[in-house]
């Protein structure tokens, strides 16, 4: 809400030398909170002053167009006090008017800066200057022709066109709809302002009482409509001007000025809250009928939109059919226009509920229907519409008719019934109840009884409902600023969970390995899908849309956190991270297709059950982990080459990740888009597949712009901490010597490493201390279609010194039982 | 050499001539002390104590005197190679020493080479942000309380006082899965943990919950459709917004430094009622001339986050007896809360990923 400083303080007094500053911060500290403080002349610099044309030469130019040269009393104001020559190209005015003069040195709006310059053969020496040259709006028809009174040559012209008015922006709380409006706002500064007084209603007037000659109002809907006042004004002038001041302050109020007409009805729906829709008169055709649509109707609104209308939807009718969206916005068909002469003035109350929904159902945001959506003051209808009425008289010319319509009465406001010491209460400070009363009394509330105050709001205020709302009007007028700092005392905490503590662990791990940390969107579309290769049943495809996306690119929430963290790599790569390790830890969404979540009743918790339900109809939303390496792993230096990040970088990732919560991973050869499908690997720990890692596949390198050989990973968390072991038993260590042996076996190139070093595991026995291979040939020496893999083997007893032998014996058992599982043969 | 001298002859042995040994004494010692290294050292050990020096032999010499003539012969002998392989030793020792030194001295690299092999990895900075917030909690007894982000329309809006009409909906700019009818959305807050916090526990409860929640805001410099909250809740017997003002002031203090309080202005959040702004004091300029302050852009404090008593009807939605318990909550932007505390201006940099911003953070901050 805007507010121009005058337009407040035209209601309400506040004591000699408050500032704005002041004002406003009071006002901040009881809710109503400065966004900002404007002036339509903020960005006008310089002597601009009121000149007096004293002659005016036209003179046709080339062009077409004609100028006039004109010479204009400043008064002293250039210094010399002889008549300044300016050239304008407006035609509004003549000799001896006053007018808005800029003179050099002076910036307009836009960092106009105005000097003397030579145009049209004359050194003109300043600007006459026009509304929109001023910011005071888009007339650019002709200058700023000012009123004979409006000062003398020289004097400072702001003050004369409002361009020093200060306007407020506030920011209007949902629950304090009654500040959308100069009357809520003087208000408040009443209650916050120390020393304020003398508040001045814009409401506070008598219109005539109602009778039966006014238009024929018939409502059908007491509940959607309460209350619909209708006047009439005949005889009005659709070409008078809407005065200068109304123009100024709904203009700084945020509105565009239309006509007269609108103008007044925006005005007094600014002064009083009240949303005023006016109808050409002679346009109404019969009585009009407030009503619910039906099924198939239509109108045309009036911004030229056809809507077809919801039977929820409240609507105002004639004989000729439906005429407005009742609240919202009026129909095209009874659309005032520069020939409407007769006006009918609707000021109704409308069901703030209903307003809400046909705003949503028809994406129409308002004036008017952001007040009635959030409650208007349903007794504030007559004068409101006489309001109105006044000033169309005043200023168009017309008549008031004597009908006066008034159907309905305003809904009466509920009795709240509240702890006298319950703001003491919740605010932890000493509020008495007679201060509780006080404050209660100051924002407009009835209240009687003592130990329990029995409460009614005042109308302006349907957001007071319950006795938690009584509270918080006591306490932000005794004010926020008093309430103690009090800390306090809580059980002891059992500090965070161990999956937690896990969490935390496993991105340490990986920073520690190297790995940086990303954030990405959740959002997915098929093309990321697509460039992951994944095949058109893959369980992936299976995605959660969003209905309403921000890009249709991607309205999907993902099932797999690689496109986000490999377009993150790619991204990176496109800006010279070369040599890039990356990871996220998030959830993926995988929908299970269970039916709705229900909406449960708030008015009592609800049963575990019902609980349950609400949380299986959710997708799963597992945690994972996921990683990308590219590049070198170690770069080179005066040590020597480069390491390549390769696809076991990926897999000893993981590894590092598993053995940081205690657990170890297998890895076996698996087929899986996106990776190579000769070096994925899918990972498991106690059977339990976890996830996959290695090389991608060239062609999803290639679609994320990612160099070859870039490896990534992909884990599920969860499975991985449940299995996290908790409590390590101590290890027990031998200090006898250790034997150690080595064997190199030839074995198909086809058997998996991994199985011969089991078969070699279990063939040594137990005094097998480790086994670590650490060479893999393959070439001549070995043969085509084999490899050698060469193993080192320890040997240790817990409670002797071996004998000689015995580590040569249980060797050759290892190797034995490794030919008789995997065909291995050992090397010479 | 000469035969055992069975006879008891005295004989005359030269090598064991008193002159004689004393020779090879001093031509021993002259020997060690010329040598100039390990190596001659080794050489004179050779030709002055090896088996074939002429120490040695005379040594071997000694059985073919006279038992008479043994002991005196034997002393001299002994004596003299005892003083050979002292001055060995010690020669030894110096040259040793200045071996190793030399060595020291050879062996002398530039340290100032560069020594980074591997990659230097991060944690981004809104998780190490979200776990020092948690751990400011946890050190004062509370918990961390987590829920999805997929979430029920129930639990992020109705169950906390925001009715399907009610025009604060409207204010958090929701996004809604398809299809419709199946009442789940993005949550648009972390306030939904709230709520099933109290559905899962008994009071007292101190719970805060970080998390990601989602608004369709276009992403720009100062927009993310994606964010991070980070919530309170509070539930207790005789809670008051005093007990919410002194943890926020702790809060503030933990996190921005000693004497950082904080502000409350009245504002409006379905779920609580009172509810309030919170403003933190410029953690830069201490609200002490504020003008120049680019932090707090001159206002003195900065707008944090909102907090406020919980309104009973939340309460009484999740199965908490108003008439017993009261509580408060507050829920805090973290990516906010990073930019103003670590200066950054366009919040982008937090979900592009380039590396070289988290790294920069390394793993604490």
């Known amino acids: 809400m805007k507010a121009p400083l005058s337009w407040i303080l035209e209601h309400v007094d506040v004591p000699a030398g408050t500032t704005t500053e002041h004002l406003t911060d009071r006002l901040t500290l009881t809710g109503l909170k400065l966004e900002a403080v404007v002036s339509p002349g903020r960005d006008i610099t310089g002597p601009l002053v009121i000149g007096r044309v004293l002659t005016m030469e036209p003179e046709p130019q080339k062009n077409g167009k004609t100028i006039n040269w004109c010479t204009v009393d400043v008064g002293d104001a250039n210094g010399t006090g ?10 509004n005015f003549e000799p001896g008017d006053l007018v808005a003069t800029v003179l050099p040195g002076g910036v307009l709006p836009g960092g106009f800066e105005i000097g003397a310059r030579k145009t049209y053969g004359h050194m003109s ?87 039966d000659e006014g238009h024929p109002v018939v409502v059908e809907d007491a509940e959607g409509c309460p209350v619909f006042v209708a006047r009439r004004v005949t005889g009005f002038d659709p070409t008078a001007a809407t005065p200068d001041h109304i123009v100024q302050r709904i203009t700084a109020a945020g509105m565009r000025p239309i006509s007269l007409a609108v103008d007044v009805t925006n005005y007094v729906m600014l002064e009083t809250g009240r949303p005023i829709h006016g109808y050409d008169a002679d346009k109404v055709q019969g009585a009009i009928v407030v009503r619910r649509a039906r099924d198939g109707e239509r109108l045309t609104t009036l911004d030229g939109t056809d809507r077809a209308l919801d039977p929820a939807d409240l609507v105002v009718t004639d004989d000729s059919g439906i005429i407005g969206l009742g609240g919202v916005m009026g129909g095209e068909t009874t659309e005032m226009s520069d020939t409407t002469t007769s006006i009918l003035v609707e000021a109704a109350h409308w069901d703030a509920v209903s307003m809400y929904r046909t705003g949503r159902r028809h994406k129409i945001t308002s004036e008017a229907g952001k007040r009635n959506e959030r409650g208007v003051d349903p007794t504030i209808c007559e004068a409101a519409a006489d309001r109105v009425v006044e000033l169309l008289v005043e200023h168009g010319g017309g008549t008031a008719d004597a009908g006066v319509t008034v159907v309905g009465t305003p809904p009466a406001m509920p009795v709240i019934e509240v702890a006298g010491d319950l703001a003491a209460r919740v605010s932890g400070m000493e509020i008495s109840e007679e201060r509780s009363i006080e404050c209660l009394r100051a924002v407009g509330c009835e209240v009687s009884g003592s130990g329990t105050l029995t409460v009614t709001p005042p109308p302006w205020r349907p957001d007071l409902t319950d006795p938690q709302d009584l509270t918080e009007e006591v306490i932000r007028l005794v ?28 991105g340490r791990t990986l920073a520690g390995d190297g790995f940086v940390e990303v954030v990405t969107f959740p959002f997915v579309g098929t093309t990321d899908l697509d460039d992951l290769g994944l095949p058109a049943d893959d369980p992936r495809r299976d995605l959660l849309r969003l209905s309403n996306p921000l890009s249709a690119e991607a309205p999907f929430m993902t099932t797999t956190l690689l496109p986000g963290v490999l377009r993150t790599a790619g991204r990176n790569v496109g800006h010279g991270n070369a040599d890039l390790a990356i990871f996220e830890i998030g959830t993926v969404t995988l929908p299970r297709h269970s039916g709705p979540a229900a909406i449960l009743p708030v008015d009592r918790r609800p049963s575990d059950d019902e609980f349950a339900a609400l949380d299986a109809a959710l997708p799963a939303q597992p945690l994972r982990l996921a990683l990308v390496a590219a590049g070198d792993a170690a770069s080179a230096g005066w040590w020597g080459p480069a390491r390549p990040v390769t696809w076991s970088d990926a897999v000893e990732a993981i590894r590092s990740v598993a053995a940081a919560i205690g657990l170890e ?33 060239p062609t999803v390198c290639q679609a994320f712009g990612l160099p070859k050989r870039t490896v990534a990973a992909e884990v599920d968390l969860d499975l991985l901490i449940e299995r996290a072991v908790h409590l390590r038993p101590a290890p027990a260590f031998s200090s006898y010597p250790v034997a150690k042996e080595d064997v190199a076996l030839v074995v198909d190139a086809s058997v998996p490493a991994a199985d011969v070093e089991a078969a070699l595991r279990e063939g040594a026995g137990e005094l097998l201390e480790s086994i670590r291979l650490f060479d893999v040939y393959t070439g001549d020496q070995v043969g ?38 995997t065909g291995a043969v050992q090397r010479a | 050499m000469s035969g055992p001298n069975t006879d008891y002859d005295p004989v005359e042995v030269t090598p064991l001539k008193a002159e004689q040994v004393d020779e090879m004494r001093e031509a ?93 990895g991060g944690r981004h900075p809104i998780t190490l942000q979200s776990e020092l917030i948690a751990d400011l909690f946890v050190a004062m007894g509370y918990e961390v309380a987590e829920g999805p982000v997929v979430e029920a329309e129930w639990l992020n809006f109705d169950a906390l006082n925001l009715g399907p009409d009610h025009p604060a909906r409207s204010m958090q700019d929701t996004f809604w899965t398809e299809p419709a009818e199946n009442h789940v959305v993005l949550r648009t807050q972390t306030s939904p943990v709230q709520a099933r916090t109290m559905l899962t526990r008994k009071p007292p409860i101190y719970v805060v919950c970080p998390g990601r929640v989602f608004r369709t805001d276009e992403y720009d410099a100062t927009h993310s459709p994606m964010f991070h909250q980070v919530e309170g809740l509070v539930v207790d017997e005789g809670i008051t917004m005093a007990h919410l003002k002194g943890t926020l002031d702790h809060f503030a203090s933990q996190l921005f430094g000693d004497g950082i309080t904080t502000r409350f202005r009245p504002s409006y959040f379905p779920f609580t009622e009172p509810s309030a702004e919170v403003d933190v004091l410029c953690f830069v300029c201490r ?65 592009e990923g380039d590396v070289r911003f988290a790294s920069s953070f390394g793993t604490e901050i």
């Open chain 2, 287 to 351: 609200n002490v001339e504020p003008a120049s302050c680019r932090t707090c852009r001159g206002e003195g404090w900065i707008e944090w986050g909102g907090c406020g008593v919980v309104n009973p009807r939340v309460l009484t939605a999740c199965g908490v007896d108003p008439s017993v318990y009261s509580g408060f909550a507050f829920g805090m932007g973290i990516d906010r809360s990073f930019m103003f505390r670590h200066n950054l201006e366009d919040l982008r940099p937090l979900f």
């Open chain 1, 784 to 821: 085509e279609g084999k490899k050698s893999l060469a193993y080192a083997l320890r040997f240790r007893a817990p409670d002797r010194t071996l004998k000689e032998g015995e580590a040569a014996a249980a060797r050759d058992a290892a190797v034995a039982l490794a030919t008789e599982r």
């Open chain 1, 665 to 697: 991973v297998k890895a076996s050869s698996a087929d899986l888009a996106p990776w190579h499908p000769g070096r994925c690997a899918e990972l498991s720990v106690d059977g339990q597949v976890v996830g996959h890692a290695g090389e991608l596949h």
């Open chain 1, 125 to 211: 020496a300043g600007m006459i200057c026009s509304s929109r040259e001023l910011g005071l709006g888009d007339d650019h028809d002709g200058i700023i022709v000012l009123p004979a009174d409006a000062g003398e040559p020289g004097d400072d012209v702001r003050p004369v066109l409002g361009l020093d008015e200060e306007t407020i922006e506030f920011e209007i709380n949902p629950d304090r709809a009654y500040a959308l409006s100069i009357r809520g706002i003087a208000r408040e500064v009443l209650v916050s302002v120390e020393g304020a007084s003398d508040f001045r209603d814009p409401t506070d007037r008598t219109p005539p009482a109602p009778n």
């Open chain 2, 28 to 120: 021993a010692l002259a020997a060690i002390a010329a040598a100039a290294d390990l190596d001659a050292l080794k050489q004179v050990r050779i030709d002055h104590t090896g088996d074939r020096s002429p120490l040695a032999l005379a040594n071997r010499e000694i059985g073919a005197l006279p038992p008479q003539a043994r002991k005196d012969a034997g002393q001299r002998i002994g004596q003299t190679r005892g003083a050979v392989n002292q001055a060995l030793a010690a020669r030894q020792a110096v040259l040793e020493a200045e071996h190793e030194e030399r060595m020291l001295v050879e062996e002398t690299v530039d340290v100032s080479l560069p020594t980074t092999r591997a990659r230097r």
């Open chain 1, 479 to 506: 004010g926020y600023d008093h309430v103690p700092s009090v800390l306090p005392t809580p059980p002891s905490g059992r500090g965070l969970t161990r999956s937690q503590q896990l969490r935390r662990r496993i």
């Open chain 1, 82 to 91: 002889e008549p300044q020559g300016i050239v304008c190209g407006a035609h």
